[in-house]
Nanobody, 121 residues
Framework: QVKLVESGGGLVQPGGSLRLSCAAS????????MGWYRQAPGKQRELVAT???????NYADSVKGRFTISRDNAKNTVYLQMNRLNPEDTAVYYC???????????????WGQGTQITVSS
């Protein structure tokens, strides 16, 4: 069984920074794309950033230049460094990962439980 566990959420003042981590554990043969999404109250879940196994990244326009996604393949962990946070970044942040449990098995997308980020003075 595969599990994604997020950490690093909390309350931060506008202009501040936070770093999220998401570690995958369990039966893992390989991981290709990993990413972060967020969902604000009353809104649909939206993409924040993704990263391939080769390190290629993609960002939502709203976070470009402020957020940085990275990963440690040896630790099966994806990170999201968030700088210059503003109140519009307030949301529950979810990580996901496409994981193959064993050789020859298909990739399956897994989601973390979500972590709350609140940007407020």
């Amino acid at each position: 069984q595969v599990k994604l566990v997020e950490s690093g959420g909390g309350l931060v003042q506008p202009g501040g920074s936070l770093r999220l981590s998401c570690a995958a554990s369990g039966s893992i043969f390989s991981i290709n794309d990993m990413g972060w999404y967020r969902q604000a109250p009353g809104k649909q879940r939206e993409l924040v950033a993704t990263i391939t196994s080769a390190g290629n990244t993609n960002y939502a326009d709203s976070v470009k230049g402020r957020f940085t996604i990275s990963r440690d393949n040896a630790k099966n962990t994806v990170y999201l460094q968030m700088n210059r946070l503003n109140p519009e970044d307030t949301a529950v942040y979810y990580c996901n990962a496409n994981i193959r449990a064993r050789s020859g098995y298909p990739y399956v997308m897994y989601w973390g439980q979500g972590t709350q980020i609140t940007v407020s003075s």
